[in-house]
Each structure stands twice: as structure tokens, then as C-alpha cells.
């Protein structure tokens, strides 16, 4: 069956999401502009505290989770379609317990996780009121897991970990990290890498600094520069087996980057939104700028574009739900990770252009939208190696030509098809 409608239980509750986002979080954007991990205080603990018992009381607090995390299990066709309202406000993941990388972070704790680590740091993340880090980029390797130095040696009962990773972003203001290392140099990157959990006042992490993105001013700078200087953690701070982390990263990353195209689809159509309203209101050289023939491309090539990327998230969210298992949809979630950075890009630069000089100000969004898409193209890993696996996935489809000449090579199949019919005509011309 073939159905591109909502059922009409939850279209109501999407509406009321919508409307909830909206009236009640949109507003947030612009009255607390910086987004901090941390756990709410003062005058923002009492607007947004009852904002999100708002959102369990409609059970849509943190949707991408099972009933048995305090999810409600929509699956991931319908978290699609709520995620799509959420990525117009930076404020609404947090609101709704959906935020990347707490989202990421909870998933591999409850899937690999111990009772005590769950309970010591899934509950905590999963109530709202601490956040957490991952910590896997090195300053020299990143694209390139492989390469990856950081150590971690056993003594006795411990572990001791050395080495820099680099963008552990909100490192600064998580409670906790979750750090890949090697355990096991003498054997493949596959093998031989494992995570860590552990408390970030854990002694020898050190923070070294905190990278901005764009031209973010220096306090808000949130990815962290961190030496892990003889660490001592207990056995017990292995997130899964030893040797595990690739298998960890993929459960972790498959999700992450699903989400981040759902919330991009939202991010996205309010540039288109702001751009249609713009070439409806100003006028220049005798007519609207919706008048002109560039505009009407931009506008068609953006709904075009956005309509496109949001099908191919939203079938995408459907084969997850169908096969359950992040690994037989690989090729087309590394897919839309490649359209992501593309489609935000391409729409945000076109509204930039349609705003003319006030689109590039910092009284507009455009810009950072475009920056969105851009760091979009590098987090989870780069558009280049998301192609890499999707024509490899691809090229497994396919089987070599058993001769010299292509399968579709005309001589050759004319040849079979004159084969194919040869009895008619040899009947024709005995007939005749
Ligand atoms: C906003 C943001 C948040 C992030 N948050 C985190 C976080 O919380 N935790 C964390 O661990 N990391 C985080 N990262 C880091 C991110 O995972 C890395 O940036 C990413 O994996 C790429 O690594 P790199 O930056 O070292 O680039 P490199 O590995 O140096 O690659 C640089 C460029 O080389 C090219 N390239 C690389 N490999 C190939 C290839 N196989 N074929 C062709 N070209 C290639 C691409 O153009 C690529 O962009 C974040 C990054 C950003 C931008």
C-alpha cells in the first residue's frame, strides 16, 4: 500500500506540536539566542520546565524513544513528521528531550549500557536534567576513525586513558562523557577500539578550549579542545564489550544523522516560508520581486529541492521502521546525510540573495541556516564519505558483464531478440 497521509490521531497531535512550537518555543530563539547544554536555571528554568511537562502531558516527550526508556515507540516515520516541526526552533529539541548528542548518547546507553550505568547516567540524561558529550574526533583524524591514537591501558582493576580529542562539542556543560579509544593496538581499528563512560570531573580531563563556529562569540564557544591526561577509570566504565566501538558508533551515528535530516526538512521550508513572503511584500523596477523570472526560479527551485529531500527522509524513516536495523538502509541514510548539507545550503543562500543586503545581517536567520547546512556536511562525517558509501552500496547491486561487450550493447541484444522471435518470422516466410 502506497499512503502518503497521517493517521488522524496523531495528525492532531503534530498539529498541536506545530502550534505548540510555534506560539510557545519559536519565541524562545529569539529571546535566549544561545542555547546552552546545561541544566535550566533562574527565570529560563521556570519558562521552559513547564513547557516540557507540556509536552509529556501530550506524550510527545522524547519521541525517539521506546515506552521502556519513557518514549512512547512512534517509530521513525512519525518522529520524521514531528521532527520536521521541531527543526524550525533551535529551542525545541530541548523542549521536546529530543537534542543531539543527548538523543545519540541516550540510544547507545540503553542499547550496550549495564544497569548501574543506566541508572547512574541514561536516567538522569533521559529526565532532562543533565547533558552529556561524545567525544570521538581527534585533532588529526576524523573522517578516518581509524587513525584514531587516543589509548586506553589496563592496571589492574583500571583503565588508564591518554590522548586529545577534538570537537567533543558541549563538553563544557555535559555532566558526562562517552570516549572512543584504543584498547587493543595490535589488532584492526574494528576490533581493537572501545567506549568510555565517564563522569566529565573525572581527574586528568582537561579542557584545553572551546571552539566557536562561524563568528559565535567567545563565551558561547561550545566544542571542546580536551586532553585526557592519564585518566583513571574503573572496569566498569566499558559502554558494551571491549573492542565494541565501531559497532557502538555505527548504532549511534545511523540514528543521529536520520535526525538531523528530519529537523533540516523544518529548518529549510521556514527559509522557503520567509523567502515566498519577501518576494510578495518587496518591489523593485516596477513589480514584486514574485513577479520576476529569476525570483520564480529561485522559489521553484527551492520547493522542488525541499520536496525531493523531504520524500526521500521521510521513505527512508519508513524503511527503518520496516527492517529495524540501521544497517540494511545504510546506503540511503548516508544519502540523504549527502542532500542534507546540499538542500540547506542551496535554499539559505537563495533567501539570503532574495533579502538582498539585510539578508546577510544578523537580523535575519539566513546565515546561520547556511551554517547549519555546512556543519551538517562535516558532523557525523563528511559528505564525501557518505558518497563513498552510497556508490559502494550501489555497486553491490550490480554484477560485472560476463563478456567483452555492455549488457545493453544494441548489436547484441538485437541479436537476442532475433533469436527470441526467430520462430514467427521463419513461420512468415513459410507462410508466404
Ligand atoms: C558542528 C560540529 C559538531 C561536531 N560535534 C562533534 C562531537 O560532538 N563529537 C565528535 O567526536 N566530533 C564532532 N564533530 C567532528 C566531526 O565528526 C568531524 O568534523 C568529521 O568527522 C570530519 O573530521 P575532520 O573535521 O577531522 O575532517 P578530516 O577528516 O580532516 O576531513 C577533511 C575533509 O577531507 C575530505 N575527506 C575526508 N575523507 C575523505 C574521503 N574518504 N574521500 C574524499 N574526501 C575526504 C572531506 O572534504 C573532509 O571534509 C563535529 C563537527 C562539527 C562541524
Known amino acids: 500500500m502506497w499512503d502518503f497521509e497521517t493517521e488522524p490521531e496523531f495528525q492532531k497531535m503534530l498539529d498541536w506540536a506545530d502550534d505548540f512550537v510555534t506560539q510557545e518555543v519559536e519565541p524562545l530563539d529569539v529571546a535566549f539566542p544561545h542555547l546552552e547544554y546545561t541544566p535550566l536555571s533562574g527565570p529560563l528554568r521556570d519558562i521552559v520546565m513547564p513547557l516540557k511537562q507540556q509536552v509529556r502531558d501530550q506524550g510527545l516527550w522524547a519521541p525517539h524513544l521506546g515506552p521502556e526508556l519513557g518514549g512512547q515507540g512512534y517509530g521513525q516515520l512519525k518522529l520524521a513528521l514531528l521532527n520536521e516541526i521541531l527543526g524550525r526552533s533551535r529551542w525545541a529539541p530541548i523542549v521536546f528531550g529530543t537534542q543531539a548528542p543527548d538523543t545519540g548518547n541516550a540510544e547507545i546507553i540503553a542499547h550496550y549500557g549495564t544497569a548501574e550505568q543506566k541508572e547512574k547516567y541514561l536516567k538522569p540524561l533521559l529526565n532532562g536534567e543533565v547533558f552529556s558529550c561524545y567525544s570521538m574526533t581527534e585533532p588529526h583524524a576524523g573522517a578516518d576513525p581509524k587513525m584514531f591514537t587516543t589509548r586506553a591501558v589496563k592496571d589492574g582493576d583500571e583503565w588508564v586513558i591518554n590522548g586529545w580529542k577534538f570537537f ?12 572512543m579509544v584504543v584498547t587493543d593496538p595490535d ?47 574503573p572496569a566498569d566504565a566499558l559502554l558494551g564489550g571491549e573492542g ?25 521550508q521556514k527559509a ?13 523596477q516596477g513589480s514584486l520581486l514574485g513577479d520576476k523570472q529569476f525570483v520564480q526560479g529561485y522559489i521553484a527551485d527551492s520547493y522542488i529541492q525541499l520536496q525531493q529531500f523531504r520524500m526521500f527522509v521521510m521513505y527512508t524513516a519508513w524503511t527503518i521502521d520496516k527492517y529495524k536495523d540501521y544497517k540494511k538502509v545504510r546506503k540511503d541514510i548516508a544519502a540523504v546525510k549527502v542532500l542534507l548539507p546540499q538542500v540547506m545550503q542551496d535554499i539559505a543562500q537563495r533567501a539570503i540573495q532574495l533579502h538582498g543586503a539585510l539578508g546577510v545581517t544578523t537580523e535575519m536567520p539566513f546565515v546561520s541556516m547556511w551554517l547549519s547546512g555546512a556543519s551538517l556536511g562535516l ?24 563478456d567483452l561487450w555492455p ?15 526467430a520462430s514467427y518470422f521463419e513461420n512468415e516466410v513459410g507462410n508466404q
Open 244 to 268: 565494541q566501538a565501531f559497532v557502538i558508533a555505527q548504532t549511534r551515528l545511523g540514528g543521529g544523522r536520520i535526525h538531523h535530516a528530519m529537523r533540516t526538512i523544518g529548518l529549510a
Open 272 to 284: 522557503l516560508d520567509m523567502m515566498c513572503e519577501r518576494a510578495l511584500s518587496r518591489e523593485t
Open 379 to 402: 558532523a557525523d562525517g563528511p559528505t564525501e564519505v557518505h558518497k563513498v558509501t552510497v556508490a559502494r552500496q550501489v555497486l553491490h547491486e550490480y554484477r560485472p558483464s560476463d
Open 187 to 233: 589488532v584492526s581499528a574494528y576490533q581493537g577500539m572501545s567506549m568510555f563512560l565517564l563522569p566529565k570531573d573525572t581527574p586528568g580531563v582537561k579542557i584545553v578550549r572551546n571552539l566557536g563556529v562561524g563568528d559565535e562569540s567567545g563565551e558561547h564557544h561550545s566544542h571542546a579542545l580536551i586532553h585526557y591526561d592519564n585518566v583513571r577509570v
Open 407 to 421: 549488457t545493453g550493447h544494441l548489436p547484441k541484444r538485437k541479436a537476442a531478440a532475433q533469436a527470441k522471435y
Open 168 to 179: 567533543s562539542s558541549n563538553a563544557k556543560t555535559a555532566d558526562f562523557l562517552i570516549v
